[in-house]
């Protein structure tokens, strides 16, 4: 059985009955030229919008005697247009036209009706309160509690409480049963006993649907209205290297600069399974207290990369190692919330051919890797008789 649903949308079509209030209404149907007498009338109903005022126009299903509407094109016959007034029904009010005369004239073919209101939920029970989309899409942050509230109220017309419920609430497609529903106030549980709603691998559980299935026990129709649970990831796990120390040899004649280290691209560095921002993962080196030149000589200007770049000058005579700490963040929104870890780059610094061969003792040029001249003096003894 149709009906006209929300009369206040710009334009419309329904399928509807007419319900006769005077006995003595005759319909007649010009595409048959014939009539019928007091009862239930099919009809279809056009709603259209225009200027504050909604008119309805009437049609009398005529394709196949008086069935419903099977195929409204070109099979229908105009009873009148209807002037609703400013104001749009009431929801959950059904139609009922009552003619503005006791009767109709031989032969015709339509007849003004005037517009009434009656009380008829049963075609409009298991229908969504609300405008909107018709699926409920709701956010839950992974690993809530058991009993969460995942929507408040269904909003579905009808009461499935009382000794004369109109409508019938159940969940279909509840895989591994996350959802409880309380079908008295149409209210949806999360259902985590025994277990963790966990978006990350290897749960990765992103989002959970369900039909909400409604029964109209007065008309026996079924409608089944979708709910879309959304699982927002948490930033529950910090970032992990794939190594526990890393290590790279790099010559003292290097330019500054340069590129000395890249393996913590791709999957050799760190790893989070957290997703967005809370998975991405940031590089930047760590004062060393034990090596207090480390994070001044090296350096990661693109964080993302990870890749170590020469800042200063390496000198293999004063100094052939440093160790690097290097740490590794995600980059939730939240700074106060993001986590960390870290690990140790060990630099071998090796030996280039930069010296040339110096005489010693070698006093240095200023600001220079130069020897002083030097002069080497040498004397050699007169050979003297040493006697018998």
């Given at each position: 059985m149709g009906s006209g649903g929300g009369l206040g949308a710009d334009i419309e079509l329904g399928l509807g009955f007419i319900f006769l209030v005077k006995p003595q209404v005759v319909l007649c149907n010009s595409l048959k030229g014939a009539c019928s007498g007091v009862g239930i009338v099919p009809f279809e109903f056009q709603v259209?919008?225009?200027?504050?005022?909604?008119?309805?126009?009437?049609?009398?299903?005529?394709?196949?005697?008086?069935?419903?509407?099977s195929d409204p094109k070109g099979q229908r016959a105009a009873l009148g247009v209807f002037g609703v007034g400013v104001e749009p029904l009431v929801a959950r009010k059904g139609l009922v036209l009552q003619s503005v005369t006791d009767g109709l004239p031989s032969g015709a073919t339509s007849s003004a009706w005037s517009l009434q209101e009656m009380d008829l939920p049963l075609v409009r029970?298991?229908?969504?309160?609300?405008?909107?989309?018709p699926a409920t899409i709701v956010?839950?942050?992974?690993?809530?509690?058991?009993?969460?509230?995942?929507?408040?109220?269904?909003?579905?017309?009808?009461?499935a409480a009382g000794p004369d419920p109109t409508i019938e609430l159940s969940l279909k497609d509840n895989v591994d049963y996350w959802v409880i529903l309380d079908p008295i106030k149409q209210t949806l549980y999360l259902n985590s006993t025994g277990r963790v709603l966990d978006r990350d691998p290897p749960v990765s559980i992103q989002s959970i649907v369900v039909q909400v299935?409604?029964?109209?026990?007065?008309?026996?129709?079924?409608?089944?209205?979708?709910?879309?649970?959304?699982?927002?990831?948490?930033?529950d796990n910090s970032p992990e290297f794939q190594q526990q120390s890393y290590y790279v040899a790099v010559n003292e004649l290097t330019p500054v600069g340069t590129t000395i280290f890249t393996g913590f691209s791709g999957n050799n560095g760190a790893t989070d399974i957290d997703d967005g921002p809370n998975g991405q993962i940031e590089y930047v080196i760590q004062y060393n207290p034990n090596d207090k030149t480390s994070n001044r000589t090296f350096d990661i200007p693109l964080t993302l990369s990870g890749a170590v770049v020469l800042r200063e000058r390496l000198n293999y005579e004063e100094k052939t190692r440093y160790f690097v700490i290097v740490q590794a963040n995600d980059r939730a929104q939240n700074l106060n919330e993001r986590r960390t870890s870290t690990t140790t780059l060990t630099v071998d610094v090796l030996d280039g051919d930069d010296l040339g061969?110096?005489?010693?003792?070698?006093?240095?040029?200023?600001?220079?890797?130069?020897?002083?001249?030097?002069?080497?003096?040498?004397?050699l003894p007169e050979l003297t008789d040493p006697g018998p």
């Open positions: 259209i919008q225009r200027k504050g005022k909604i008119l309805i126009h009437i049609y009398l299903c005529a394709a196949f005697g008086w069935e419903l509407c029970d298991c229908k969504l309160a609300r405008t909107g989309p956010p839950i942050d992974e690993e809530s509690r058991n009993g969460t509230i995942l929507v408040d109220n269904m909003l579905i017309k009808g009461t299935q409604c029964v109209n026990k007065k008309v026996g129709t079924v409608i089944n209205h979708e709910v879309r649970i959304v699982v927002r990831d948490r930033n061969p110096m005489f010693l003792p070698c006093v240095l040029v200023t600001n220079t890797r130069d020897c002083r001249p030097l002069t080497y003096q040498a004397s």
